[in-house]
């Protein structure tokens, strides 16, 4: 399965909150590997449990109200087991992170400078001037004109695009091995998305660093991510490379999403397919495999789909499907029913 | 051509309490009133008539009223706002050395109120559970605290000789505490709210997700978000204390005679019915006073936060 030297290794890993409701299973044994240099695409539907992994993993979710188990190894090191104050040295030192929208995650009373001045010195025990010397040097590196005026604008005088450049700047201004992007181009406007990935890209490839970048968008993905993983209420359903999730997707909740994607290559006149129905509630998953209620192909199996849970297997070189299709199943209902229409 | 600027929050602020002449009235007053206190010896000086100077000879001692001799109270260019029965002290310098009573302690007060409600407040509201629990519950405590009976109570147990400190230092001090330390239960509930709704605000989870520490977040993120409510209800505080010390200076729990307090001196008033100028000043003192302090706070609440009108 998953190679022991990996930099980051997530084991199982469940994330739950118990509610007045019940207990809210938002990441329910969720197990990954990624390399330094590699970047992992996490895809899904609201309510997939993206973001609540991401912040598993930095140490983020709220306090003592969740139930976190499993392993996150960080280079070697458990954060789950680690504690608090161990896990804070590491945030900004050696894992970061970037937030979807840039306004509500820069403080409104505090110049853009003095935000990555004081992230600066959290972990490096330097005087402000050379603090700030290093945040104007950041500010240029992700492409800011100006960065020795603009470090001292506010977050509201940087547009949209500056703001998430910054962001970035701040989240890299203690060179972290590992950078958390979620859903980083939300809030953007498309022609600034290109540049934002292209800049993730290219401080990727210059500090080496491992990225997750999480999102609905499969266009994001699929320009940036080296591995993809689809999840479905908490779980992993599929995972494979780039094109393993493009060329050949296995499971019939990717295909969906697949073919609900607009694309500049389809005609215009065909319409998009919605998959139908809506995410389960995380409090009752659906028994058995929890795409069932809205999966076009749950009947084939004489109701194993609605009993039984599968397994998240390797079907060769690192492609994995939780699904109860057989792979001939799976290859013909490919090839007939979903190829020809996206 | 005008060069387009940057405003920052300050500056917008600032600008909205300008347009807003009413408010600026209060600060005005209120400036002077403060002015008028730190300046009282020499203002008395000039006027050439201590608080606490006996003027037997302005009194009727004939008639048996023990009233000021002229009309309207004594009022004359060298006595303006008249003289006090039976005694003859000079009306306009005991309402003068009144505010430095009432400032001092209404100020003092308030700020034990902001200082300890804040940390109460951002406390309870951050870290939430038991942490929370167990303040809120404090604060009830305190809120259903019979704080005029215990003040009352306190002022005739402590001796005029405790803490090291003595006479008006004393008293002052003890009005001090007593109003200071009973009502942080209100700002605690604001600051608290107000916490709570910033903390789950996502510049927190970025400051977190860059190592911040808890007191970083605390004092350095969560602050300076509730720099405005906390300096709105300080400058509606206030009043409420010098309405609070008046009435505790009524009832005698006080700075004791003869030191000038608004209080005391309508407390002396209510006695001489008859001489209605003798409440007037004082109670004028107090109205003037509360009133500047909150058209002032609600000025600055309505420049501080735009959607309030």
């Known amino acids: 399965m998953t190679e022991p030297n990996s930099f980051l290794e997530v084991r199982d890993l469940r994330t739950h909150f118990p509610t007045d409701d019940g207990l809210v299973k938002s990441v329910d044994g969720l197990s990954f590997s990624l390399d330094r240099g590699k970047t992992l695409g996490i895809v899904g539907e609201s309510g997939s449990g993206k973001s609540v992994t991401s912040l598993s993993i930095m140490g983020l ?7 976190i188990s499993g392993e996150v190894l960080l280079d070697g090191q458990d954060l789950v087991s680690s504690s608090a104050e161990e896990v804070r040295l590491l945030r900004g030192k050696r894992m970061a992170m970037i937030f979807q929208d840039p306004l509500s995650a820069m403080h409104p009373y505090y110049t853009v400078g003095h935000q990555i ?19 104007i040097e950041m500010l240029d590196r992700v492409g800011i004109p100006q960065p020795d005026k603009r470090v001292d604008a506010y977050p509201h005088q940087f547009s949209g695009g500056m703001r998430q450049r910054a962001m970035i700047a701040m989240a890299l201004s203690c060179d972290p091995d590992l950078l958390i992007a979620d859903e980083p181009t939300t809030a953007l406007d498309v022609t600034v998305q290109a540049q934002i990935l292209d800049l993730i890209r290219d401080l990727q490839r210059e500090f080496n660093s ?4 999480i999102t609905h968008d499969l266009g994001v993905v699929a320009e940036l991510a080296d591995d993809i993983q689809v999840m479905y209420a908490g779980r992993a359903i599929e995972y494979g490379t780039a094109e393993d999730i493009f060329d050949r997707p296995q499971h019939p909740y990717t295909w969906g999403l697949l073919g609900s994607m607009p694309r500049i290559d389809r005609e215009r006149t065909e319409r998009l397919i919605p998959i139908k129905g809506t995410p389960p509630s995380l409090i ?21 789909s609605e009993t039984e849970r599968p397994e998240l297997l390797d079907i060769g070189a690192g492609h994995k499907v939780a699904c109860h299709l057989s ?5 013909k209902i490919w090839e007939t029913d979903i190829k020809p229409k996206l | 051509m005008r060069k387009i600027e940057g405003r920052s929050l300050g500056q917008i602020a600032w600008m909205r309490l300008k347009r807003d002449k009413v408010a600026i009235v209060g600060f005005v007053v209120i400036v002077l009133l403060i002015l008028m206190a730190i300046l009282a010896p020499l203002i008395v000086k000039a006027i050439g008539h201590p608080p606490n100077e006996f003027n037997q000879d302005l009194i009727d001692t004939q008639g048996g009223t023990l009233a000021p001799l002229g009309r309207f109270g004594g009022m004359s260019w060298d006595h303006p706002f008249g003289v006090e029965p039976v005694n003859g002290r000079d009306l306009m310098s005991r309402v003068i050395y009144g505010s430095r009573i009432s400032l001092l302690i209404a100020f003092f007060a308030t700020l034990l109120s902001v200082t300890i409600g804040t940390v109460m407040g951002i406390v309870s509201g951050f870290f939430g559970g038991w942490v929370d629990a167990l303040i809120s519950r404090l604060m009830d405590v305190f809120l259903a605290f019979p704080l005029l009976v215990f003040a009352i109570a306190l002022a005739g147990v402590i001796p005029d000789d405790a803490f090291g400190l003595q006479g008006d230092s004393l008293r002052i001090v003890l009005l001090i505490f007593i109003i200071g330390f009973f009502n942080w239960p209100y700002i605690g509930r604001i600051v608290r709210g107000q916490t709570i709704s910033l903390r789950e605000r996502e510049f927190v989870d970025a400051a977190r997700s860059l190592g911040a520490r808890r007191p970083y977040i605390l004092f350095t993120e969560l602050l300076p978000n509730l720099v405005a409510p906390i300096l709105v209800y300080s400058t509606l505080l206030i009043p409420t204390n010098i309405l609070f010390e008046a009435a505790l200076s009524f009832l005698g729990v006080g700075v004791r005679a003869p030191t000038a307090t608004w209080g005391g001196m309508l407390s002396d008033a209510v006695t001489f019915y008859t001489m209605p100028h003798f409440m007037l000043w ?3 003192a107090i109205f003037i006073t509360v009133l500047a302090f909150n058209l002032f706070g609600d000025g600055l609440r309505d420049a501080l936060d735009p959607r309030s009108r």
């Open chain 1, 117 to 135: 001045i004081e992230a600066y010195r959290v972990h490096n025990k330097v005087t402000k001037a050379v603090a700030k010397k290093h945040a």
């Open chain 1, 61 to 67: 979710h709220k306090g003592g109200s969740a139930r």
């Open chain 2, 282 to 284: 004082p109670g004028l």
């Open chain 1, 210 to 213: 491992a990225v997750i970048i």
């Open chain 1, 284 to 304: 009752n998953v659906p028994s058995g495999c929890a795409f069932n209620p809205r999966c076009n192909y749950a009947s084939l199996n004489e109701g194993a």
């Open chain 1, 327 to 331: 792979p001939g199943q799976r290859q």
